[in-house]
């Protein structure tokens, strides 16, 4: 019909575009009715078609590609005159990562919609959508208020819906998981009423980050498999629904030992941000999965200052608490590194860490206890961080914090074998084996543990308390280990092993040449041998990768 319109005089032919354009808002098509009054000239139809519709609703039901084609084909004085389509602009933002833009927008809003305005609530809505967009803070009341906004809008399964959904990220936050599940249920069975495809399918995502904070990595995968199908059929154009999708494929793939899947997957997500949709689970399930991976590529020393740059931007872009938290992570990081003997990491770890409140997620109380706990042991308080990580554990049990939990014991065996505490150190990494062997979570094993880990195992091996499933897991984590190890030390030649050894125990090229009767640039020859065969950037990177794989004392 679009071409056939061409042959038709001006008059006739923008008369034609605007009564299209009529009929595919009726029928709920809007992306088109937007590209037809465009087409038209006519973009104040635009302005028409998102007051007639609602900002959240075409959200909630059309997908965000659907918002921003409005928004694309309005013009700025459109823009500037209508309320919804800033609020459509404000949630454009929001999606994008730009915070603060997003936060100022809103302001000027807030401004104009006083008390009484027929956008109050929707304007109230998108607070509440800022707030977990934007990962602050939020306040003790806000699932509360979202609580009495499902009441008002009980007979509202659009709105119903969205706010369930809201309710489901807030409570899965604080490891409230019945009640967010209690939430995921209300919110699909609203979004069928509705035919709400695209909130169906993040609230399969949803549930995916819930299944990975109980450690349920089957359940996780399986949901991400679904959301992924639906994704494809129906919002392939959308590249934010696959930032999240990557992010949350990144982690499940890590702490099932895929590094190479993770990989992969972190390409789609971490490296998109903070310039992509993401909220604080979103942000937290990439974030720590590059941390690490960035470490086994290019070495320690490289990831402290990605970690740096990465907080820089997150700041300037209205996120500080999705900052703090990736530097949370990197303390936690340094502090495995220092209890593996490298002690040089611990002038990183002079950044203060922010208290646990109220409104804190469970993945900043996870973070922020550990790292709270390495500055305990490395300031010679190792009792003060004995009982935070004692308290850690049973708080994360209570919850069904399972991945945490195991986090918090393998930091306690670690720091118990510094401490040659041995029957206190075997009892943690039993309970941990057990989480292992239920859930499938390995690669953290090898994170946290150290070069103490596989004589750990073996000695736990001969228990014969260990049930068949258990057993297993620890042959597998031995086999991983041992292969590893294997494999690294037959890549080395004795010279080269010989070279990293002496680094291990630090000095310059200048004394490494010395000692090993070579001249520097022989010294500098092996080195640059060494870090191609181990994967790493730098000295202080391979001295780590030797003494996790155990071929230096």
Known sequence: MRDAIEAYDDQARVALLVSMADQCSAKERLAEAARLARMAGDTSRIREYAHAHGALRIWIVHGFSVLKELLENSSPQDIASSIVLRMIECIVHMKAGRINAAQDLFQSLAHEVGPGHLLTKDLEIVRVTLLVYGCSLERTGDLELIRSLITEQADDAAMRTFLATLSAILNCQRARFDAA??????????????????????????????????????????????????????????????????????????????????????????????????????????????????????????????????????????????????????????????LQGQQAIISQMSWEIPPVGPTSSWQEQEVFSIARAYADYFDGKFDKAWALLENSIEA????????????????????????????????????????????????IFREVAGKKLTPALQMLREDSDLTTLEEGFVDMLLNRLGDRQSVASGKLSARELEVLRLLSSGGSDKHLARELNLSEHGVRFHLKSIFKKLGVHDRLSAVAAARKLELTN
């Not at 999240?244 to 590094?259: D, M, P, T, Y």
């Not at 918090?408 to 510094?418: D, E, I, K, N, T």
Request: net charge positive; with cysteine.
């Open 181 to 338: 599940i209690a939430n995921l249920i209300d919110a699909r069975a609203q979004a069928k009423k509705v035919s709400s495809h695209y909130n169906l399918m993040f609230l399969l995502m949803h549930e995916a980050s819930i299944n990975l904070a109980q450690g349920k990595l089957k359940h996780a995968r399986t949901c991400l498999s679904e959301a992924r199908s639906r994704w494809q059929r129906d919002f392939a154009s959308d590249v934010g629904v696959e930032t999240v999708l990557a992010a949350l494929s990144a982690s499940i793939e890590f702490e099932s030992g895929r590094l190479t899947s993770a990989r992969n997957s972190l390409k789609k997500s971490a490296h998109r941000m903070p310039e992509a949709e993401a909220w604080f689970d979103i942000y937290f399930a990439a974030y720590e999965t590059m941390i690490r991976i960035n470490i086994a590529d290019h070495g320690i020393g490289a990831m402290l200052e990605a970690v740096e740059d990465e907080a820089r931007k997150l700041r300037a872009q209205g996120l500080p608490r999705v900052a703090d938290l990736l530097m949370a992570i990197r303390l936690c990081v340094c502090g495995e590194a220092c």
């Open 396 to 443: 994360a049990t209570i919850r069904g914090l399972e991945r945490s939990r195991l986090r918090y014991l393998l930091v306690a065996f670690a720091m118990a074998s510094a401490e040659c505490e041995i029957h206190r150190a075997r009892g943690m990494l039993r309970s941990a084996i057990s989480i292992g062997a239920a859930t499938g979570m390995r690669q």
